[in-house]
């Protein structure tokens, strides 16, 4: 990179509640191989309430020093599109506070924007999410947390794929062309909806930019034990699905589509809670495990989707 070029990279890290994880990941970008001056870190503390702050301050001797940023509005995705706002580089990366990264995370991550650059192709990068389990990983929830396995070199997506919002690069330009994210679709305290990031990279392709996908900048995403209970997994089915319908829910067709899903989901539900009674009576208990979430995943849908047709969220 040229001697006196602009800030390239800026790395974006949302936090809540995750100090220790938070700690690690830090340290995984503190001992990144890219050029010191040409990129800077900020954390996004959304409202926690644990030792966040301290261990940001922990990494003040690093180069560059993470920035801290509270952000008070609630939600996953205020705290991007406060990172958004505060952002000094070119290319701005997302990492969820959970990731373990690879010395060349971010150059990897870079480098296809980096080799656009004014040409203005490509509108999202997406790296490997590698799920690793330090308490170990119940068969019944296997199916649920493979990676993501695009493809094997970096390149661009079809739209039946989008990567994940956990390791996922966007020039800043779109931000300014296509606006942030929409706040009503990621988790806040209190719920586990998911789909800011997918509707961005919607965004970003109807725009008609490319979405890349680069195996080589792989992160671990580190899963604990909660999240491979029963409790977070039907949680996270039901609130999940609640969000698709609120993303459905404002492109064209929503009514007559959401409505087809809505009788859809309903028969889902009912055989799915039979299957998993049969799966109990039996001894089975992985499998009635597994049916009864995707009985709560209809069940969001059940839910959500007069919400939405109503006009409530």
């Given at each position: 990179m040229p001697a006196g070029s602009s800030l390239k990279l800026t790395v974006a890290i949302p936090t809540y509640n995750r100090a220790d994880f938070l700690r690690q990941t830090l340290a995984g970008i503190a001992a990144q191989q890219f050029p010191r001056d040409h990129f800077e870190v900020l954390v996004i503390d959304n409202n926690s309430t644990d030792h966040t702050r301290a261990v940001v301050a922990e990494f003040a001797g690093a180069q560059p020093a993470p920035r801290y940023i509270q952000e008070t509005r609630q939600g996953l995705d205020y705290a991007r599109n406060r990172a958004i706002s505060e952002a000094r580089g070119e290319i701005i990366v997302f990492g969820d506070d959970d990731i373990l990264v690879r010395p060349d995370w971010l150059a990897q991550m870079a480098a296809p924007l980096l080799a656009d650059g004014p040409l203005r192709r490509i509108g999202a990068v997406g790296g490997e999410v590698i799920p690793v389990f330090p308490h170990g990983l119940p068969d019944w929830v296997k199916e649920w947390h493979a990676p993501l396995g695009f493809r094997s070199d970096a390149g661009?997506?079809?739209?039946?794929?989008?990567?994940?919002?956990?390791?996922?690069?966007?020039?800043?330009?779109?931000?300014?062309?296509?606006?942030?994210?929409?706040?009503?679709?990621?988790?806040?305290?209190?719920?586990?909806?998911?789909?800011?990031?997918?509707?961005?990279?919607?965004?970003?392709?109807?725009?008609?930019?490319?979405?890349?996908?680069?195996?080589?900048?792989?992160?671990?995403?580190?899963?604990?034990?909660?999240?491979?209970?029963?409790?977070?997994?039907?949680?996270?089915?039901?609130?999940?699905?609640?969000?698709?319908?609120?993303?459905?829910?404002?492109?064209?067709?929503?009514?007559?589509?959401?409505?087809?899903?809505?009788?859809?989901?309903?028969?889902?539900?009912?055989?799915?809670?039979?299957?998993?009674?049969?799966?109990?009576?039996?001894?089975?208990?992985?499998?009635?495990?597994?049916?009864?979430v995707r009985a709560w995943r209809s069940c969001g849908y059940v839910y959500q989707i007069p919400r939405s047709l109503c006009g409530r969220i």
């Open positions: 661009p997506l079809p739209p039946r794929h989008c990567p994940m919002g956990a390791n996922l690069a966007f020039p800043a330009w779109v931000f300014a062309e296509l606006g942030p994210f929409h706040t009503a679709l990621d988790r806040a305290a209190g719920n586990y909806f998911s789909g800011g990031d997918s509707e961005m990279v919607r965004r970003v392709r109807a725009a008609g930019y490319e979405v890349w996908f680069t195996p080589a900048a792989a992160v671990q995403h580190q899963m604990p034990a909660s999240r491979t209970t029963f409790r977070y997994a039907s949680r996270h089915a039901f609130d999940s699905a609640r969000s698709r319908v609120i993303d459905r829910a404002g492109q064209p067709g929503a009514g007559t589509y959401l409505a087809g899903r809505l009788i859809a989901n309903l028969a889902k539900a009912g055989a799915f809670a039979l299957l998993a009674l049969f799966n109990a009576i039996v001894l089975r208990r992985g499998a009635a495990k597994q049916a009864l």
